[in-house]
């Protein structure tokens, strides 16, 4: 069973920044593919970032493209999301998530693929 738990949410200025942090345990951590969800009140739940197993691929949806890294450790079975510029509309709750397709392929922005998701941590970003 992977288990995920997401930490470093919180509340910021905009344009200030914060690092959210997921660490996962159970199975080989690099046989997972992993991705950074949020949801905000009354909108469904938004692809955010993903990376490989490896590491070595990553892809941004627009909105955060430039202003979000995504990277993990698979030594320390972590993944994080270095936010950077935020503005109020990045105000969400944000989901870390894992699956088992390792590669960057198809339908990696659909919340359908990912079989693993932590508990969410609050980000609000005011004005």
């Known amino acids: 069973q992977v288990q995920l738990v997401e930490s470093g949410g919180g509340l910021v200025q905009a344009g200030g920044s914060l690092r959210l942090s997921c660490a996962v345990s159970g199975r080989t951590f690099s046989n997972y593919g992993m991705a950074w969800f949020r949801q905000a009140p009354g909108k469904e739940r938004e692809f955010i970032a993903a990376?490989?197993?490896?590491?070595?691929?990553?892809v941004y949806a627009d909105s955060v493209k430039g202003r979000f890294t995504i990277r993990r450790d698979n030594a320390k079975n972590t993944v994080g999301l270095q936010m950077n510029v935020l503005k109020p509309e990045d105000t969400a709750v944000y989901y870390c998530?894992?699956?088992?397709?390792?590669?960057?392929?198809?339908?990696?922005?659909?919340?359908?693929?990912?079989?693993?998701w932590g508990q969410g941590t609050q980000v609000t970003v005011s004005s």
């Open positions: 990376i490989s197993g490896s590491g070595i691929s990553t």
């Open positions: 998530a894992a699956t088992t397709v390792r590669y960057l392929s198809g339908s990696y922005h659909s919340s359908d693929r990912y079989g693993y």
